[in-house]
Each structure stands twice: as C-alpha cells, then as structure tokens.
C-alpha cells in the first residue's frame, strides 16, 4: 500500500465523504492509503457495501421514492433517492454516475445535471479545507 504520494513524498491520505443538499455531511470514511482508488475504498465502506447489497433499503436507511417537490399530490411521479459519483464508483441501484465513452445530447445532459449535484460534496470539501486551514 502507497503511505506517500509519489510526487510530493507527504502521507496521502483519502478522505471519502457523503452529503445532503443542505451541505451537511451524512457519512465519511477517512484514513485509506491514497496510493487506493476512491471505488476500493467505497467498496470495502460500510455504507458501499450496504448500498450495495440492498441492505440499507430493507433496514430504511434509504427513504422511500417520494413525489417531488410542490408536487405533494405525486401527478409527476416518485422520485428515488440516489448517491451520486463520478467514474471511479460502480453503477448500482442506487449510485447514479456520469455516462461515458460516445454520449448523445440526453446523456450529456444527465452528466452535466449529475455533475450539479457532484458540486455539492465539492463545495463541502472546500468549506472544510478552508476552515482547517484558518484554525
């Protein structure tokens, strides 16, 4: 396992990190060698592993499908609830992640949405490093 990043020889450490779309973290994972890919530390997470296995639904960790909102009468629909990630994480139920290779305007479009809401634990990570970095 990889202590150090090649380049710069400091300890690399990974920091794996779930929100809401408030901003407020629902569950981290921190401490793997950085030399790990993000999708082999997921796998190995509790939180992965229980996604993974549908285990989180049955228990009710996950909410049910919900109308969205200002649509209380549900006319559209229910929506699922949904981790999103990016390439490193494979596609489950319920971890939605960017389309690749060859996309079509719908595709591109569900990527550039997925990436909105990628932005969000990205902000998350900013505000954190930033406050670290004052104290």
Same mark, same amino acid.
């Given at each position: 396992?990889?202590?150090?990043?090649?380049?710069?020889?400091?300890?690399?450490?990974?920091? *794996?990190?779930?929100?809401?779309? #408030?901003?407020?973290?629902?569950?981290?994972? =921190?401490?793997?060698?950085?030399?790990?890919? #993000?999708?082999?530390?997921?796998?190995? #997470?509790?939180?992965?592993?229980?996604?993974?296995?549908?285990?989180?639904?049955?228990?009710?960790?996950?909410?049910?499908?919900?109308? *969205?909102?200002?649509?209380?009468?549900?006319? *559209?629909?229910?929506?699922?609830?949904? =981790?999103?990630?990016?390439?490193?994480?494979?596609? *489950?139920?319920?971890?939605?992640?960017?389309?690749?290779?060859? =996309?079509?305007?719908?595709?591109?479009?569900?990527?550039?949405?997925?990436?909105?809401?990628?932005?969000?634990?990205?902000?998350?990570?900013?505000?954190?490093?930033?406050?670290?970095?004052?104290?």
């Amino acid at each position: 396992r990889q202590l150090h990043d090649k380049l710069s020889c400091w300890p690399s450490v990974v920091l *794996l990190a779930v929100c809401d779309a #408030d901003y407020v973290i629902r569950h981290f994972n =921190v401490g793997s060698f950085g030399g790990r890919s #993000d999708g082999g530390i997921w796998s190995e #997470d509790r939180l992965g592993r229980g996604l993974a296995s549908g285990e989180l639904r049955e228990q009710g960790f996950i909410p049910a499908a919900e109308p *969205l909102p200002g649509d209380e009468e549900g006319r *559209l629909g229910t929506v699922n609830h949904y =981790v999103v990630g990016d390439d490193a994480f494979k596609l *489950l139920p319920h971890c939605m992640k960017p389309y690749s290779g060859k =996309v079509s305007k719908t595709m591109r479009t569900t990527n550039y949405r997925l990436s909105r809401g990628r932005m969000t634990i990205e902000c998350v990570f900013w505000s954190f490093c930033h406050d670290v970095g004052e104290s």
